[in-house]
C-alpha cells in the first residue's frame, strides 16, 4: 500500500541510466602540476556558509533584484498596462525561476563531478574532481536554503536545462563530460551569476553568489585544463562532433531564458512574452554574456574552427573569443578566486 506522503514525494525522484566506465589510476607520483595547484586552490578555498553569509538578513522580495531595465518585458505594451503589484509580482516570480534554475543546474554539476571522479585517469584530475563534488553540494545547499527560506517557493527545471543535463549525465564519454558541464553549463553559471552579483541590491544573494562565483572559476579552468591537450591530439571528425554538441548547448542554453513557466504561472500570453524577451534589448544583452568565459575557453581548447565562429558569430557571441578565459583569471589569483568576488 503506498501512503498518501509517498504519493506527493514520489513524483520529485526521477532516475535515468547512464554508462560510465570506472577507471582505478594506480600511478599517485604521475601528477600533473596545473592540475595539482588548482586542487591546493580548492581545498584553500573551501567555505561553510553558516560562518561567511549573513542568513539573518530579513529579504525584502518587494524590492526588485535587478535595475527595471533588465526586466523581461520592460518598454513592451504587456509591461506598460500592468500596475506595480503586478509588477512586483513578475519581478518576484522572475527572480524565482532563475535561482531555481540555478539550483537545478547545481545539482546536475554535482551528479557529473561524482561521474568525473570515477572515469577521469590521473589522480591529481581524480582529486580534483573530489573537491568540486564538495562544492556542488555546498552549492545545492546554499541556493536550496535561499530559495525555500527567503523565497517561499520554486519553479521546476527547464526543459532546456534538463536536456542538456540528461545528455551530459548519459554519454559514456569522459571529455564530453567534461565539455558539457565544465565548459557550457559551469561557464554559463559563472557568468550569471557575475551578473546577478553586480546588478542585484539584494545583500545576502550578492553575497552568496560572490562566494559560488569563486568555486566556479576554478571548475571551468579544471575543464579547459582537463580539455586543451586532449582535443589538440584528435582528429577532425572528433572536434567536428565536440563543435556540434557545444553549438547546440549554446542554442539550447540560449531558449533557456525565455521565462516560459513564469508567463505561464502569471496568466500571460506565453507566445508574445517570449518573443518580447527574445528580443528585448537588455535580455539579449544578458544572453549574449553568458558566453562571455564559454568561448574563450573554447577557442583555447583548439574547438573554434571557421565553421564554428561563423555560427557563433550568427548566435551574436563570436565577439568574446579573445576576452580572458578562466583559466587565466586563476593563475592571475593566488586564491583562486576570481576578481569579481572582491
Given amino acids: 500500500m503506498v501512503h498518501a506522503a509517498e504519493k506527493i514525494a514520489n513524483p520529485s525522484i526521477e532516475t535515468i541510466e547512464a554508462l560510465l566506465d570506472v577507471t582505478y589510476t594506480w600511478g599517485y607520483q604521475e601528477t600533473r602540476a596545473k592540475l595539482r595547484d588548482l586542487y591546493d586552490k580548492a581545498v584553500h578555498g573551501q567555505w561553510i556558509s553558516d560562518d561567511v553569509l549573513p542568513w539573518d538578513i530579513d529579504v525584502d522580495l518587494e524590492k526588485p533584484a535587478a535595475p527595471e531595465q533588465l526586466m523581461p518585458l520592460f518598454g513592451s505594451d504587456i509591461y506598460n498596462k500592468l500596475s506595480e503589484k503586478e509588477r512586483v509580482a513578475i519581478n518576484v516570480q522572475s527572480f524565482a525561476w532563475t535561482l531555481s534554475q540555478f539550483l537545478h543546474g547545481e545539482q546536475g554539476a554535482l551528479l557529473a563531478a561524482a561521474q568525473l571522479v570515477d572515469s577521469v585517469q590521473d589522480i591529481d584530475s581524480k582529486l580534483y574532481a573530489g573537491s568540486q563534488v564538495a562544492d556542488e553540494a555546498r552549492h545545492v545547499d546554499v541556493y536550496n536554503r535561499y530559495i525555500h527560506k527567503k523565497i517561499g517557493f520554486s519553479y521546476p527545471v527547464n526543459e532546456h536545462l534538463k536536456s542538456l543535463l540528461d545528455l551530459i549525465l548519459k554519454d559514456s564519454r569522459w571529455d564530453m563530460k567534461f565539455l558539457g558541464m565544465q565548459i557550457m553549463v559551469e561557464g554559463l553559471a559563472l557568468a550569471a551569476f557575475g551578473m546577478m552579483r553586480n546588478n542585484t541590491k539584494e545583500p545576502l544573494i550578492k553575497e552568496?553568489?560572490?562566494?559560488?562565483?569563486?568555486?566556479?572559476?576554478?571548475?571551468?579552468?579544471?575543464?579547459?585544463?582537463?580539455?586543451?591537450?586532449?582535443?589538440?591530439?584528435?582528429?577532425?571528425?572528433?572536434?567536428?562532433?565536440?563543435?556540434?554538441?557545444?553549438?547546440?548547448?549554446?542554442?539550447?542554453?540560449?531558449?533557456?531564458?525565455?521565462?516560459?513557466?513564469?508567463?505561464?504561472?502569471?496568466?500571460?500570453?506565453?507566445?508574445?512574452?517570449?518573443?518580447?524577451?527574445?528580443?528585448?534589448?537588455?535580455?539579449?544583452?544578458?544572453?549574449?554574456?553568458?558566453?562571455?568565459?564559454?568561448?574563450?575557453?573554447?577557442?583555447?581548447?583548439?574547438?573554434?574552427?571557421?565553421?564554428?565562429?561563423?555560427?557563433f558569430a550568427e548566435l551574436g557571441i563570436l565577439q568574446f573569443e579573445n576576452w580572458a578565459d578562466p583559466v587565466t583569471d586563476i593563475e592571475a589569483s593566488p586564491t583562486g578566486a576570481t576578481s569579481a568576488r572582491f
Fill in 208 to 311: 552568496l553568489t560572490a562566494y559560488v562565483m569563486g568555486d566556479e572559476a576554478r571548475h571551468v579552468a579544471f575543464g579547459v585544463l582537463s580539455l586543451r591537450d586532449y582535443y589538440r591530439e584528435q582528429n577532425e571528425a572528433v572536434k567536428r562532433e565536440r563543435e556540434d554538441f557545444v553549438y547546440e548547448a549554446a542554442r539550447l542554453m540560449r531558449d533557456r531564458f525565455l521565462y516560459k513557466e513564469v508567463w505561464e504561472r502569471q496568466g500571460l500570453p506565453v507566445k508574445e512574452c517570449m518573443d518580447i524577451t527574445f528580443h528585448s534589448q537588455g535580455q539579449a544583452m544578458f544572453r549574449q554574456m553568458l558566453f562571455a568565459k564559454i568561448v574563450p575557453a573554447l577557442k583555447k581548447m583548439d574547438l573554434l574552427s571557421e565553421r564554428q565562429r561563423t555560427r
